[in-house]
């Protein structure tokens, strides 16, 4: 099993920051790649940022240029750190990972998710 573990969620101010951490555990061999998805109230949920191992990475257009997605390969962990947050940014927030398991199972997980809030 693999746990997917989210902190950093919670309210801000517009043209505020926030930090999203996100830490793997489990029965882990590999890391493909890790990433963070919102759904914000009757939208469906959508890609924010995605990191490879090999350090690549993906934006969504809505976030590119505020929002940074950073990864540390030894402990299994990934950060979003997002500035200049616009009410649009509100959503539940959630960590994902493309792995493969020490049974060499290809695996997908997901978080549990943290809600932020952009609000005056």
């Known amino acids: 099993q693999v746990q997917l573990v989210e902190s950093g969620g919670g309210l801000v101010q517009p043209g505020g920051s926030l930090r999203l951490s996100c830490a793997a555990s489990?029965?882990?061999?590999?890391?493909?790649?890790m990433g963070w998805y919102r759904q914000a109230p009757g939208k469906e949920r959508e890609l924010v940022a995605i990191i490879t191992s090999a350090g690549s990475t993906n934006y969504a257009d809505s976030v590119k240029g505020r929002f940074t997605i950073s990864r540390d390969n030894a402990k299994n962990t990934v950060s979003l750190q997002m500035n200049s947050l616009k009410p649009e940014d509100t959503a539940v927030y959630y960590c994902n990972t493309k792995l493969l398991t020490t049974s060499y199972a290809d695996m997908e997980y997901w978080g549990k998710g943290t809600l932020v809030t952009v609000s005056s």
């Open positions: 489990g029965s882990i061999f590999s890391i493909n790649a």
